[in-house]
């Protein structure tokens, strides 16, 4: 065996062999109204796909500027020729503007502090190999997207410390949590240099509070060799604009814009989740820090966004009358869908955190466990993967401290589909005391197809990783 | 862009705050001043000619047409927007079959078909820059070092060594047998570095080759899999200029190699090929780096890694389509062939008249021109960066210095020819032609009046330093190649 790198051999790309098995069994079994009304759902993938007809709307409507056209005239060669690293100004100054507008317009973004990446998986290693060396450490609320494991550490030496959070306060960042965290790096002899959150949060579904952000701003202001970062990714899927608090505002509403914090915090962003594009790679970072812009820019260059697509979004953001429109549609049809699945879900007994945003909910089954093991998460999530013929994600894939939670993802599927798989849930649960009783043998019996298909994992767990499906965890 | 203060690299990472890009190099000179005065034929005729970018602009008239007549290959189409939600929505890490299968049928075609290559191993990357820093990631850990031919593709330094902490040792290759590389000359840079108790992971090379512009005939490439082989090295062939061969027989793929080389004598998992469709068919925009590599763990490994920089998917749809249209593929080979052959010959004999020769070259986008008889001085390079002042601020043409690719011997420039329309190639020949005529015997005092000129250049180059400049590292098109606006400097570090 011929010696690659160690990147190359260890598993730091975040593979839980595992979690193979969701997928495994849905790659084999995809639900399809028609074809296989038996069928897996897939409630694992993060994807919204509630608007693609707004956006097709205006395809047609736009075919003109869409493609390789600009008044008219064509522009394939300068779009052909075009792999200036800054990007096109008509597109980042499109985009500024879109994430001011999803905030509110409560703070404005100066298109000048904005790296083009491919994609927020790019976009968040790229801000890594800025801000932390090898061995650095990055504090992360617990749970986190299981995507981090791999874009923040594998490729940077940069490691993860989380910082706990628990259900009894509906895991929000304590101060106290924070601290232990920073002593438990310290313990481990790792320099922290920065803590990064996710806000709105994956997989919660829950803006960031203002105490939270009061919180990390503080700690932030004290320390001040620490960044934050904030992956802003799903600011677009809350359903109530009012109550999402971006750290742009908490720099302006602070007066932090004249000290040195104003550098220390940068944003990630991303089309895949708000305008559900995840296939066109368009991620960005927006830092106050020349440094940072200056570096990153650079590094844009290993992954920089198609001048064709650019274009496209181009035309597509700077019409304003469109993406006020989509904002609006896109929060109300979110919000109707999330709550079909919480309603659903509640009458079945099953309750979900409460949230205010993205395509997804955190759904407590802490009931249905027959012991708080994680252990036996796996063998409820094994069940519904199986049984209910739902894949939906273990909290423990998320690192989260507890067992029994599990993100459900509402938005990458029609309302029958979503119906139906709230009807399989249902049945499984009614029929729970029945299977309680006979749950030992059925273990014995899932042991037995388990080891079968674990010998086919290792056949192709080169082949279908979790990151397969990109959106899978997000 | 210097980051003095101590406080700030704490804060930052060392990566962010060290000169490993490269993009701090004096090169910029040509390119603040081609941005300061660019050529237009009607707009400014007296305008420096930017001549520094290797670029493949002679066939792009082809691939447009085929996107008009092909609407449904587009999402943003009446025909095409049925399929916007599909695409939209798909960010599978191993890419669209049908895009890796027209990637693995045009990869052949433009090897003539003397190979096939298998969908399978086809990974996405952002560009070439991307698949180049991906096989790193992939064969070496910090540290580690790959041996290269010099001159190479000035921007390696970064692509392969700023993120992985990869070293690079360079093959000098030398006028003296026209820059060949020979397996001796890599074996003997190999003893050298495990002398110096360095650990060497693989020899990369570019063939044909940026910036020489030759290819490596097949008995070499032959002995050097061969080589690699018997001491377990890496071989990774960036064939990123596969196609743009116009001359002087067949290419000879590495891929060609490992098909015909008898078995005992090659360890395919070593064996990985690097491509994009950047230079052979002129779209750097649309960024498409492909990794292509024998081992099956190198494939699965640069396939997560190609989560960092996938292609768009709008754009695999519509290469899907392009590439997999064997007529106008075909057509393309060799429409695009004939017209690089044409444009190097005008270049060449053009050339010939200012008594000004080149390597023999019957590949890419530029030729490798001999100065060493205009140096003041044969062994320096200070009087190959002089030289270069005059050709910038007297000739008015942006080259690319042969230092800038490490090459080992002073006087040899890199200069382009198809990045620019008949005319202004026209026009550049012209004032070669009337420089060297007047100036014949006369260049050493021409040097010397120039010196002012250079230390002025100097100070502007400080100041320049300071100033809130933006540098591209990629050429900026603002908004249209029709109005010459802002157009940034642009960095002799590029490839494109």
């Known amino acids: 065996m011929v010696l690659l790198s160690r990147k190359a051999t260890c598993n730091s790309h975040g593979q839980d062999s595992s979690y193979f098995l969701g997928w495994e069994e849905y790659e084999k079994n995809p639900y399809d109204v028609i074809k296989n009304p038996q069928g897996i759902i897939q409630m694992g993938l993060a994807e919204n796909q509630l608007c693609f007809d707004l956006l097709e709307s205006w395809l047609e409507q736009n075919t003109d500027v869409a493609c390789f056209k600009r008044a008219g005239q064509s522009i394939f060669r300068e779009l052909a020729l075009f792999q200036d690293y800054h990007g096109l100004s008509s597109f980042k100054n499109a985009l500024a503007d879109f994430m001011s507008e999803n905030r509110g317009n409560r703070v404005s973004f100066d298109s000048n502090n904005l790296v083009l990446t491919a994609g927020a998986t790019s976009a968040n290693e790229t801000l890594m190999f800025c801000l932390a060396d090898p061995g650095d450490a990055f504090l992360l609320p617990t749970p986190y997207y299981p995507g981090f494991d791999r874009d923040l550490k594998w490729r940077t030496g940069v490691e993860i410390v989380p910082i706990q959070c628990s259900s009894t306060n509906g895991f929000c960042i304590t101060k106290l949590a924070l601290e232990e965290a920073y002593e438990q790096a310290k313990k481990l002899n790792l320099n922290v240099k920065g803590i990064l959150i996710t806000n709105p949060s994956n997989p919660l579904g829950t803006t960031t509070t203002q105490t939270e952000l009061n919180i990390l701003f503080d700690f932030i202001t004290k320390n001040k060799n620490i960044h934050l970062v904030s992956d802003e990714i799903y600011s677009g899927t809350i359903f109530n604009s009012s109550e999402f608090v971006s750290v742009m505002e908490i720099l302006k509403n602070n007066q932090l814009e004249n000290t040195d914090v104003l550098n220390r915090v940068h944003i990630v962003y991303s089309l895949s989740k708000d305008l559900g594009l995840p296939g066109f790679r368009v991620g960005a970072i927006y830092s106050n820090d020349k440094d940072v812009i200056s570096a990153a820019t650079k590094m844009s260059s290993f992954g920089l966004v198609s001048s064709q697509t650019q274009h496209l979004l181009s035309s597509l953001l700077s019409d304003k009358k469109f993406t006020e429109n989509y904002l609006r549609e896109n929060q109300k049809r979110l919000k109707n869908r999330q709550r079909k699945l919480v309603l659903g879900l509640e009458a079945i007994g099953i309750k979900c955190l409460k949230s205010n945003a993205g395509l997804f909910c955190w759904v407590d089954m802490r009931p249905l466990l027959s012991s708080k093991t994680f252990e036996a998460e796996k063998d409820l999530w094994k069940k519904i993967v199986y049984e209910v013929k739902l894949n939906i994600s273990p909290g423990s894939s998320c690192h989260c401290e507890e067992p029994g939670w599990f993100r459900v993802c509402f938005a990458n599927m029609s309302e029958e589909t979503l119906k139906l798989a709230l009807k399989r849930l249902k049945k499984f649960v009614d029929d729970g005391n029945s299977k309680r009783s006979c749950q030992k043998s059925e273990s014995q019996k899932l042991k037995g197809s388990r080891k079968k298909t674990m010998s086919n994992v290792s056949n192709w767990v080169f082949r279908l990783s979790f990151h397969d499906r990109e959106a899978e965890e997000r | ?496």
């Not at chain 2, 290269?148 to 692509?159: E, G, L, M, V």
């Not at chain 2, 008898?262 to 064996?271: R, Y």
């Not at chain 2, 000129?453 to 330093?465: D, G, P």
């Open chain 2, 1 to 496: 862009m210097g980051f003095p203060t101590k406080n700030k690299g704490a804060i930052l990472s060392r990566i962010a705050t060290n000169d490993q890009h490269g993009e701090n190099s004096e090169y910029f000179d040509g390119w603040k001043a081609y941005d300061k005065d660019p050529f237009h034929l009607s707009r400014n005729p007296h305008g420096i000619i930017q001549m520094g970018l290797a670029e493949n602009q002679l066939c792009l008239d082809l691939i447009k047409d085929w996107v008009k007549e092909n609407p449904k290959a587009s999402i943003c189409t009446l025909e095409g927007v049925h399929q916007f939600s599909d695409i939209a929505n798909f960010q599978d890490y191993h890419g669209l079959k049908k895009f890796r299968q027209a990637i693995a049928n045009f990869m052949g075609k433009a090897r003539g078909g003397r190979v096939t290559f298998d969908p399978e191993r086809v990974v996405m990357s952002g560009g070439a820059t991307g698949a180049n820093e991906t096989i790193m990631f992939c064969l070496a850990d910090p540290g580690d070092v790959f041996l290269i031919p010099s001159p190479y593709y000035a921007a390696f330094d970064r692509d392969l060594r700023w993120r992985t902490g990869v070293e690079i040792i360079p093959v000098p290759c030398s006028s003296s047998n026209n820059f060949k590389l020979t397996v001796e000359a890599v074996d003997w840079a190999y003893k050298k570095a495990q002398e110096s108790n360095k650990k060497v992971k693989g020899l990369i090379l570019t063939n044909p080759s940026n910036p020489l512009g030759t290819m490596l005939d097949k008995d070499t490439l032959t002995n050097l899999v061969r080589f690699v082989t018997r001491k377990n090295i890496h071989l990774v062939v960036d064939e990123i200029y596969a196609a743009t061969v116009f001359a002087g027989g067949d290419f000879v793929s590495v891929a060609e190699v490992v098909n015909d080389v008898d078995i005992s004598e090659v360890n395919v998992d070593l064996i990985h090929i690097v491509y994009s469709l950047s230079k052979d068919m002129g779209l750097p925009g649309f960024r498409v780096g492909i990794v292509y590599s024998y081992n099956d763990s190198v494939v699965s490994c640069a396939r997560k890694m190609s989560s960092f920089g996938l292609v768009s998917s709008q754009t695999q749809l519509m290469l899907a389509s392009m590439l997999s249209d064997d007529r106008f593929v075909d057509n393309f080979l060799m429409e695009s062939s004939r017209r690089l052959g044409i444009r190097h010959k005008v270049f060449t004999t053009g050339l010939e008249k200012a008594d000004i020769s080149c390597l023999t070259s019957n590949a890419g986008l530029f030729a490798w021109m001999d100065l060493r008889h205009l140096l003041r001085d044969r062994n320096s390079f200070e009087s190959e960066i002089e030289l270069w002042h005059i050709i910038i601020d007297k000739v008015k043409l942006n080259v690319s210095p042969g230092s800038s690719f490490r090459c080992t011997e002073p006087g040899w420039f890199r200069v382009c020819f198809a990045n620019m329309d008949d005319d202004t190639l026209h026009v550049a020949l012209g004032r070669i032609q009337d420089f060297v005529s007047k100036n014949n015997n006369k260049i050493v005092e021409q040097i010397s009046e120039n010196d002012q000129v250079i230390q002025n250049n100097n100070a502007k180059k400080q100041n320049w330093r300071q100033s809130n400049l933006r540098l591209s590292f990629r050429r900026l098109y603002e908004d249209g190649l029709s109005s010459p606006g802002i157009m940034s400097p642009h960095s002799p570090l590029l490839r494109a």
